[in-house]
Structure formats: structure tokens, C-alpha cells
């Protein structure tokens, strides 16, 4: 990613998964998990607004806001 207003880039270090041991799981299960660490970096790098972590991931805020849903992550 390119810088965003004044939010630092993000890089594939701050996208570490938790080791599984070295087993595989589903892709799904593993795409699910690092699209969630992605979000919740954007978030973080944009101080919560929700808005700009949209913005910032080049997604639809109703995408965004779909996925916040989907891990009950609306408050």
C-alpha cells in the first residue's frame, strides 16, 4: 500500500497469522483470518475511523462494513 493521508504503509510484517504447527488448514479459513488482521490494521493505522480503513484498503464501505458485521465487530 502506499501511503494514505498521514497513515504509515502497510507492509507483510504487520501481518503475522499464528503458527499452525506447520498443518495445513482450508484456504478459506487462512484467507478469512488474514483479511480479518488486515481490517484490524487499517483500523488501528487510521485511529478507528472506519471510514478512511475503507478508503485506505481500496474497498466499498459497504464491503467493509459487510465483513465488520460478519465478525460482529459493529459497535
Known sequence: FRKHA???ALNS???V????QGEMIPL???????E????????QLTGGNR???ASLLKISKSS???RLREWGMMS
Open 6 to 8: 498521514n497513515v504509515a
Open 13 to 15: 510484517e504487520d501481518f
Open 17 to 20: 497469522l499464528p503458527n499452525h
Open 28 to 34: 478459506g479459513t487462512y484467507i478469512d483470518k488474514a
Open 36 to 43: 480479518r488482521a488486515y481490517i484490524e490494521k487499517a483500523i
Open 51 to 53: 471510514s478512511r480503513a
Open 64 to 66: 467493509f462494513y459487510e
